[in-house]
């Protein structure tokens, strides 16, 4: 018999979504702030239309889990390898540091108990995967060097939980041998790495043979959803995080020729179970609570911002990443994650903290979350002043080309802005061509990859003047941008045409805004990866359906028309 109670309490859930996302959108801000928000008002402490979320906050998970399945989907290992040594051991120092430092901060600035103030370390060195991913995604930053960098502490944190809930019980005194329990949980983490590559080298294959060679589009889906949910099952019965296996299977999967169609299959099924998530974080929100140690909650989160601030600039600065870089990834790891009040509620079953303690982090939580749009959107605007005012300020006269300057109507030196996997097969192809280039690239892994191939190579920021100036821009035929991050494209088109008004610009884009103000400022060429992705499937297709070569093209031209 079907559950009433259930399905009015979906249908208001999702109705309450609606409002809020379609409120979000018209007053143009964050999607996911207007499910927060409406999640405050219909929950428990507000409105009160619904008031039990248990079975809200099971749906929520598995809209994590999924959102982590589809990230593991569109990131590879070898994006996060080129991150670099700051994706492993940069992540590693960002969990130690902002440990030390809450523990410190319980101690000396709330005086805290030793095993509170250890619990507070370990909480806010947690940031939300779900919330940040979001984002990078709305924005089109996720292959950004910030957004990989972001992504790759991200996982060793949701990795660490597995290590902090088994730390938990001998903070509470119920557990003699904690290096026993630390040995079996990573041994049960290899073992589940280990099944999950052998499951992707020769049961994948296999299994979507099968089912991609009857072409049922349910039984695909029904493939997906089974592999998904038999990593969270896995995971939660080996006692690990169960969006570590989420994403791990993803990023198996990733490795067949499935991918594409996994992913376009398995994105709507995510987006409602996501949904779920960002609404049900609102509801535990509690107002009153709010409004009663408000001084107490400014000063936490006042606290929690300028230790995991701090202390990510200092790392990545210290892996030879400007400013602008450090910050950016700052701004998205700030806020508390969401399993930052398990951890505090964890605490309060092993009697290590109390209630209000709980109810502090858990408004923490919820604040710094809902910061996270506006924090990152105020960061990223106030760059693109300070590089616009920077090439205001700058002296262009000593950059501009003057009238001895190369003719740039037939080939000639190509700089390539970005070194990342299309710079690194756009400059495969230059080689083979004997084009000469030059790479501009800010991250210095890609600079040592450039130097170990033996390219001519210039590290620094491609969206600074001064930088520009020493690429020998007048001298060059054509610029091509691959770096996404439409701000960043955008400044290096101004600065570049400034120094040679000439010069040919090919850049890529994320959606149509972007398209037309790039078209403005006077880039010759537009490429979108999706964009083009698309034509070399319909090129595809016409060629299995027999399609002849001419005319292909004739289709293909009238398309892009």
Known sequence: MLNFDLLITLSVLLAAALVGGMLAHRLRQPIILGYLIIGILVGPHA?????????????????????????????????LRDVGKVGIWGGIAQIAGTLILGTLAGLAVFGWPVEQSILFGLVISLSSTAVCLKILMDRGELSTVPGRIMVSFLILQDISVVLMTIILPLMGGSVGNIWVLLGVAIGKAVLFIGAAILLGRWLLPWIFGDVGGVRSRELFLLTIIVLCMGAIIGTELLGLSMVFGAFLIGMVLRSTKFVHQALAEITPLRDIFATLFFVSIGMLLNPAFILSNWADVLVLIAVIIAIKVAVVIVIVRSFKFNNRIAVL?????????????VLAQGGIN???????????????????MLLTPFIIALVSRIYSRIAVAATERADFAQYVCGDNQADTGGPGRVIVAGYGRVGANLVRGLDDAGIPYLIIDIDPGCIDEAKRCGSPRLYGDATNAHVLSQADLCNASVMVITFPGPLAVETTVKNALRINPKLKILARYHNEREARMLKILGVTELISPEYEAGFKFLKQILKMSGVAKDERQVIVDGVRK
């Open 329 to 341: 990834t700052a701004a998205g790891l700030f806020q508390l994650g969401e399993f930052s009040f």
């Open 350 to 368: 092993e009697g290590i903290v109390s209630e209000q303690f709980y109810l502090l982090i858990l408004s923490s939580t919820v604040i710094t």
């Open 47 to 79: 409105l009160k239309l619904i008031t039990d979320i248990r079975l809200i906050q099971s749906a929520a998970s598995i809209g994590v889990a999924l959102l982590m399945f589809t990230v593991g989907l569109e990131i590879s290992f070898n994006q």
